[in-house]
Nanobody, 115 residues
Framework: QVRLVESGGGLVQSGGSLRLSCTAS????????MNWYRQAPEKQRELVAT???????NYANSVKGRFTISRDNAKNTVHLQMNNLKPEDTAVYYC?????????WGQGTQVTVSS
């Protein structure tokens, strides 16, 4: 059974930082690409950051230079370090992977940035 469990969300002031974590089980984590998505109220879910099995990364333009995705294969965990947060970063953040042709999501963690 595949499980993705996120943690680390919360309320922070504009300009602050948060670090999200997602721990995976039931997959060959080291061979899996991992993604962070977010969904703000009344908006579509959007891809925020991706890390490949080899450690390559890609980011949405809106978070480049502020967010950093990383992975710890020994702990089956992917992190999203978010710096210089803005009110428009407020959303539910989801961990995601595609494994053996099936798509899996975590339960989401709320990030709220106050101005």
């Amino acid at each position: 059974q595949v499980r993705l469990v996120e943690s680390g969300g919360g309320l922070v002031q504009s300009g602050g930082s948060l670090r999200l974590s997602c721990t995976a089980s039931g997959i060959a984590f080291a061979r899996s690409g991992m993604n962070w998505y977010r969904q703000a109220p009344e908006k579509q879910r959007e891809l925020v950051a991706t890390v490949t099995p080899g450690g390559g990364t890609n980011y949405a333009n809106s978070v480049k230079g502020r967010f950093t995705i990383s992975r710890d294969n020994a702990k089956n965990t992917v992190h999203l370090q978010m710096n210089n947060l803005k009110p428009e970063d407020t959303a539910v953040y989801y961990c995601n992977t595609v494994y053996l042709l099936s798509t899996y999501w975590g339960q989401g963690t709320q990030v709220t940035v106050s101005s």
